[in-house]
């Protein structure tokens, strides 16, 4: 009963997350349509004030994209690149001291690090794992062709623990058969 709750609570909360990134999704696409139409108003006479409203308005918008990612694809990457387009905006937008910047140039390249030497290397050892069970699956396949040649069984299943160890159902079944015809 708990755990048939605790999935329904789980599905009603990515059914939330969904809606929320469609709302934000429809945000963007209206505010993007602004951005453009915006774009067409100005004239040259204009001072640099409204670059930096315009490099605002696009920044936000793509933290906006960033953020609809994270909540359909929840991967720690997608956190990261959210975190860093939103201090980027910071770095780019706001007028800040010299001091403020370096934090907010330290936290970007801490993201990246984060990035590439925590998240990078899981995504390795992945890989690496998966390579092992492709060899360990062959050199079943090897061993499930020598018992059919030296036993003149026919074995096409079977199952694998996690030492490697073979369990075949239909040699176990072929040899104990095989006992009962000797005697």
């Known amino acids: 009963m708990r755990k048939k709750l605790q999935e329904k609570m789980f599905e009603i909360s990515y059914i939330l997350e969904l809606i929320i990134s469609l709302i934000v ?3 963007v696409l209206i505010l993007g349509a602004r ?9 040259i006479f204009e001072g640099g004030d409204v670059l930096v409203d315009i490099l605002d308005k696009a920044m936000t918008l ?6 609809i990612k994270m909540l359909c694809k929840h991967t720690p990457d997608t956190v990261i690149e959210v975190l860093a387009f939103a201090i980027a905006r910071q770095l780019i937008v706001l007028h800040t001291t010299p001091l403020e910047n370096l934090i907010t ?18 995504i390795l050892l992945k890989q690496k794992d998966l390579c092992l069970k492709k060899q360990q699956t062959k050199s079943i396949k090897k061993k499930i062709l020598m018992i059919n040649h030296n036993y003149i069984v026919k074995i ?9 160890i073979l369990i075949c159902r239909s040699f176990l079944f072929s040899t104990f058969k095989r006992c009962f015809e000797i005697v």
Request: proline share 0%; charged share 15%.
């Open 62 to 67: 793509a933290i906006g994209v960033e953020f």
């Open 105 to 122: 140039i330290i936290s970007i390249a801490v993201l990246f690090a984060t990035r590439k030497f925590l998240l990078e290397a899981a």
């Open 25 to 27: 999704a429809v945000a």
């Open 156 to 164: 096409t299943s079977f199952t694998q623990n996690l030492n490697g």
């Open 35 to 43: 951005l453009f139409i915006d774009m067409f108003k100005l004239t």
